[in-house]
Every structure is written in C-alpha cells, then in structure tokens.
C-alpha cells in the first residue's frame, strides 16, 4: 500500500487526518500507509503528541490561523 500512498503526500495529509477532514477514501489510504510503514507511524505519532503537549501549554489557538496572514508575516520576515 505505501506505493499508492507516498511518505511525502502522507506527511502533507496529517493535519487533515487529524482533524477528521479527510474523505473516507482518503482516510483507509492513509490509515493503510501508516500500518505499512514505521516511519510514517513515528511522524503521526510525534505530531498527536506535540498537539498534546502544546495544547496544555493553553497556546494553541482554538481556531486555524489565517493562511494569508501568515504568508505575508513569512514573507516579511524572510524579506
């Protein structure tokens, strides 16, 4: 399963796994990937455990930030 799903796509798909915003389909492909593929389960597992650990700092945001706005502050900052 790890050729129909690429370690590179996977790792562009976690947050919306985790979110739950991934379509059924997309779901078991990733879901199937992670099974296969220790890498890609270690990657899943240290981002759950840094949104846990930031969320009980209290400073992760409710609410997604604004994409926008954080491209422009990037670009103003990497000139």
Do not use: K, S, W
Not at 5 to 10: A, D, F, H, R, S
Not at 37 to 57: S, Y
């Amino acid at each position: 399963m790890r050729e129909d799903l690429p370690c590179q796509e996977l790792v562009e798909l976690v947050t919306d796994y985790l979110e739950g915003a991934l379509p059924p389909g997309e779901r078991e492909r990733f879901e199937a990937h992670v099974a296969g593929c220790p890498g890609c389960e270690a990657h899943l597992e240290q981002v759950r455990t840094t949104i846990t650990l930031v969320r009980a700092t209290g400073e992760l945001p409710a609410e997604r930030p604004d994409m926008a706005a954080l491209l422009a502050a990037f670009r103003a900052c990497n000139g």
